[in-house]
């Protein structure tokens, strides 16, 4: 599976952005499908995820961010909303098939989208 994000950018603290994840197959809707996102000399960290039609937040982004799939589409998205300067990062939208003891770790995903830059300032 290839993945392609785009959707990041500049933006204001407090205000919104939103992130999309196309896959170039259509086997897409079979995969656990999350974002993850990489600060400046820090690891890869979870955002979010969605498996088997559940979903699953990070708690420093729950209530502001909303991920959701199309599988008719193949894409992930990524809506963000009251972006914080902590939220500044690279995302990256990731596919795999991680139990759910492991969703949070992005050893457990396979494939990767190229990343896109999100900067909250002012």
């Known amino acids: 599976v290839q993945l392609q994000a785009s959707g990041g950018g500049l933006v204001q603290p407090g205000g919104s952005l939103r992130l999309s994840c196309r896959a170039s197959?259509?086997?897409?809707?079979?995969?656990?499908v999350g974002w993850f996102r990489q600060a400046p000399g820090k690891e890869r960290e979870f955002v979010s995820a969605?498996?088997?039609?559940?979903?699953y937040y990070d708690d420093s982004v729950l209530g502001r961010f909303t991920i959701s799939r199309d599988n008719a589409k193949n894409t992930l998205n990524l809506q963000m909303n009251s972006l914080k300067p902590e939220d500044t990062a690279v995302y990256y939208c990731?596919?795999?098939?991680?139990?759910?003891?492991?969703?949070?770790?992005?050893?457990?995903?396979?494939?990767w989208g190229q990343g896109t830059l999100v900067t909250v300032s002012s």
């Open positions: 990731g596919a795999g098939r991680p139990i759910l003891s492991t969703l949070r770790d992005p050893l457990a995903y396979g494939y």
């Open positions: 197959e259509g086997t897409f809707s079979s995969y656990t």
């Open positions: 969605v498996k088997n039609g559940r979903t």
